[in-house]
């Protein structure tokens, strides 16, 4: 098993281009969710997914959009970068939100 | 909406000395996680605790989770330079959405 595999590992978007961060799990797991991580803020949840079909937002949702029309796959949409978006993004994947759950190796995202 | 703070955020050890991170939430948890994050690496998942008042240990780390639900301790026991990242908390209420705190940064003087 491959676990979650996110790509890229890293990016240079400019201010405004748009780019999508996949996410894949083989694990069969429902849940599914994007973080941010950016220095002393810890981890905040973006959007995250309880099943194919379904999405929801997290604490710091403006700007991305997420689908999730397979249970392995979760992309993430950046519209119009801005460079408050530069930051460490992870991808995680669950059986349900009260279980382990297993992250991606993180994409580094440089908006300039 | 929930809120999950961890105190402090930073602490430097002399290796060999004793690490707690502490974990406070704004509301009552199902559960408590806790995760472990190497220096340019991803979380990992170290332990959950679910019931009230519970206390788990893993070598030398002990794990807490308080007696109300709404807060919880990690303390490491003679510090190794192997112990080195970021150390995170996260909860959920129910089935709702995993929220993770602000995480301790531990730094190991040799």
């Known amino acids: 098993n491959a676990g979650v595999t996110q790509t890229p590992k890293f990016q240079v978007l400019k201010t405004g281009q748009s780019m999508t961060l996949q996410c894949a799990q083989d694990m069969n797991h429902e849940y599914m969710s994007w973080y941010r991580q950016d220095p002393g803020m810890g981890l905040r949840l973006i959007h995250y997914?309880?099943?194919?079909?379904?999405?929801d937002q997290g604490e710091v949702p403006n700007g991305y959009n997420v689908s999730r029309s397979t249970t392995e796959d979760f992309p993430l949409r950046l519209l119009s970068a801005a460079p408050s978006q530069t930051s460490v993004y992870f991808c995680?994947?669950?059986?349900?939100?009260?279980?382990?759950?297993?992250f991606g190796q993180g994409t580094r995202l440089t908006v300039v | 909406g929930q809120q999950v703070m961890q105190i402090p955020q930073y602490q430097h050890v002399q290796e060999g000395e004793d690490f707690t991170t502490y974990c406070n939430s704004s509301?009552?948890?199902?559960?408590i996680q806790w995760y472990k994050q190497r220096p340019g690496g991803h979380p990992v998942f170290l332990i959950q605790l679910v019931k009230s008042g519970e206390v788990k240990k893993q070598k030398r780390l002990t794990f807490q989770f308080g007696e109300a639900k709404k807060n919880s301790s990690l303390h490491i026991t003679a510090t190794q330079t192997t112990d080195v990242g970021t150390y995170f908390c996260?909860?959920?209420?129910?089935?709702?959405?995993?929220?993770f705190g602000t995480g301790t940064r531990l730094t190991i003087i040799p």
């Open positions: 509301t009552t948890l199902s559960n």
């Open positions: 997914s309880v099943g194919a079909g379904i999405t």
């Open positions: 995680a994947s669950s059986q349900d939100s009260n279980t382990e759950a297993f």
């Open positions: 996260a909860g959920t209420r129910g089935n709702e959405k995993l929220t």
